[in-house]
DNA sequence: TCAAAAGTGTTACCTCTACACCCATGG
DNA sequence: CCATGGGTGTAGAGGTAACACTTTTGA
């Protein structure tokens, strides 16, 4: 087995070498509810299973291009918005070899292309309570990234990024509910997004999914933090 | 060049397998300011430059224990609080060879052990107004765990780590003020933190530093988070 | 006795939360 | 005409921020 050098560089001696992966964790909502993208695994090990969409690091690819790779491969989607989560290096996590990964975790409006998706890989959507045994470590990942995307999301509008350029209230609010697990008050809720200055209303109406109709919103580009900075302890 | 394999497994074929390497950012208090500690590199590359404490992954050791390895072999200490902050893969982020760092950030009171430092290494600590140009890409690494210590420190009390078991209030304050490079109201200051429950006063009060004296303060160990969970968007 | 740091309270403002009814429309 | 989901306002409570003077004691 020769380890891969990619050019004249020289090396540091006796180190050990070991494989480098990324691991994509993609979430997603349809307008009602948040979801996840999990892979089932056609190959070995665990072929026949359900993981996180993976790939390996190749010799001249950053970490963030893998990732983006890795993602545009599954779901043929590019320009994503996509972060790093943690690494994950535990000896023996991948029964195969010792493997090292990066995750990633990316967040899409499904609606926006259902359709690319499944070919190459059988992929599925999964809400958040119905996820299914993972193999690995992938299920820690996730949890992690549930955590990390709460944490993110109190801070700053990044749950925008799963809904399309024009959405309705109450698909707002469906979207806080399902990532925060909890119910908000309409009044209040709607009251708080408006008052951020963070999106604004069109004259449009979304007709389909009630009677009289919801009015549409759009992002405003020029806000991009919820708060300036929140200190807990602070003045 | 061998690979290093440590034992039976089979292998993925035909897959890079590169350096994996950890780094620490050690943050410190002293009782006035925070301090990040830097090494004074005695080797190639960048001999004779400032770097982040930093070791290779060992064949059988996981990330976690790798950086807690490389930080006791600085600064002899164990048992410290240490996270996973990110990881950094830019194919040639290290000239001599590439290498994947996953960094870690560790808190620490300086006093504790201003002592064991400096016998191995040339370690020194630096105000966070004045680091020194840093190899590589230690830099943004530094700036990534400032982002990060804010943010946590905003909704948990790690900063209690880099303080002694007694501390003064005026203490406290000074690192709130260090790590979020502004002024507090030492009244608002002492009541929100009081009112927090985090910290108990003692009957001792701290002699030198001050004519009048100041209460003690310790940890009430059984609060865990400065606020249950905090929302900007909720009800 | 005075310089230096520690300690303490009140008020105005703003934000958060709880809560209930009317509106528009398609079937 | 009625069922369904969309939209709105108000009042009470709680938290935040601004602000200045007194205390202690070592030199």
Redesign the interface.
């Given at each position: 087995?020769?380890?891969?050098?990619?050019n004249a560089?020289?090396?540091?001696p006796q180190?050990?070498?070991?494989?480098?992966a990324v691991d994509c964790i993609i979430f997603g909502f349809d307008g009602r509810q948040v979801k996840l993208l999990l892979i089932h695994r056609g190959f070995e090990p665990e072929k026949g299973r359900w993981s996180l969409m993976g790939g390996?690091?190749?010799?001249?690819?950053?970490?963030d291009i893998a990732a983006a790779r890795v993602l545009k491969e599954l779901t043929g989607l590019e320009g994503v918005y996509m972060k790093?989560l943690?690494?994950?290096?535990?000896?023996r996590r991948d029964?195969?070899?010792?493997?090292?990964s990066?995750v990633y975790f990316a967040l899409i409006d499904i609606n926006q292309y259902a359709a690319p998706l499944s070919d190459r890989f059988r992929a599925e959507w999964f809400t958040l309570k119905k996820i299914p045994p993972l193999i690995f470590d992938h299920r820690e990942m996730v949890t992690q990234a549930l955590v990390r995307l709460?944490?993110d999301?109190?801070?700053q509008p990044v749950l925008f990024e799963l809904l399309p350029a024009k959405f309705t209230m109450p698909q707002l609010q469906s979207l806080?509910e399902g990532v925060?697990s909890?119910?908000?008050?309409k009044r209040?809720?709607s009251r708080?997004?408006l008052a951020?200055g963070l999106i604004v209303r069109t004259k449009a109406k979304e007709k389909s999914g009630s009677r009289k109709g919801a009015f549409l919103f759009r992002l405003n580009k020029s806000r991009r933090t919820?708060?300036p900075?929140?200190?807990?302890?602070?003045?």
């Open positions: 087995m020769q380890n891969i050098i990619t560089m020289t090396v540091y180190v050990a070498r070991v494989v480098v390996f690091v190749r010799g001249e690819e950053g970490l790093q943690s690494t994950f290096g535990e000896p029964p195969v070899e010792r493997t090292v990066v709460r944490q999301a109190e801070t806080y925060f909890r119910k908000f008050d209040n809720f708080k997004v951020s919820l708060r900075v929140f200190e807990h302890i602070a003045n």
